[in-house]
Nanobody
Framework: QVQLVESGGGLVQPGGSLRLSCTASGSILSINSMRWYRQAPGKEREWVATVSSGGNTNYVNSVKGRFTISRDNAKSTVYLQMNSLKPEDTAVYYC????????????WGQGTQVTVSS
């Protein structure tokens, strides 16, 4: 059984910063790509960023230059450093990882709320 557990969400003022973490645990043989998604109220879930197993990164245009995704393979953890936060970044943030146990499949975390408001 694999679990992804997120942490680090909260309330922050516009222009502020937060760092999200997501740690995978269980009978894991390997972790391929790791991603962050977000879902704002009344909107569809949106892809935010990806980090490959080799460390290559990609971002949705709206967060480029403000967010940084990274991973610590030894800790099976992915991070999302969010700077210069805007009210439109308010959403529930979910991590996602492509993980091999006896099979390869995508796993999701439970989500962590990020609220950007003065």
């Amino acid at each position: 059984q694999v679990q992804l557990v997120e942490s680090g969400g909260g309330l922050v003022q516009p222009g502020g910063s937060l760092r999200l973490s997501c740690t995978a645990s269980g009978s894991i043989l390997s972790i391929n790509s790791m991603r962050w998604y977000r879902q704002a109220p009344g909107k569809e879930r949106e892809w935010v960023a990806t980090v490959s197993s080799g460390g290559n990164t990609n971002y949705v245009n709206s967060v480029k230059g403000r967010f940084t995704i990274s991973r610590d393979n030894a800790k099976s953890t992915v991070y999302l450093q969010m700077n210069s936060l805007k009210p439109e970044d308010t959403a529930v943030y979910y991590c996602n990882a492509l993980i091999t146990t006896d099979t390869m499949r995508n796993y999701w975390g439970q989500g962590t709320q990020v609220t950007v408001s003065s």
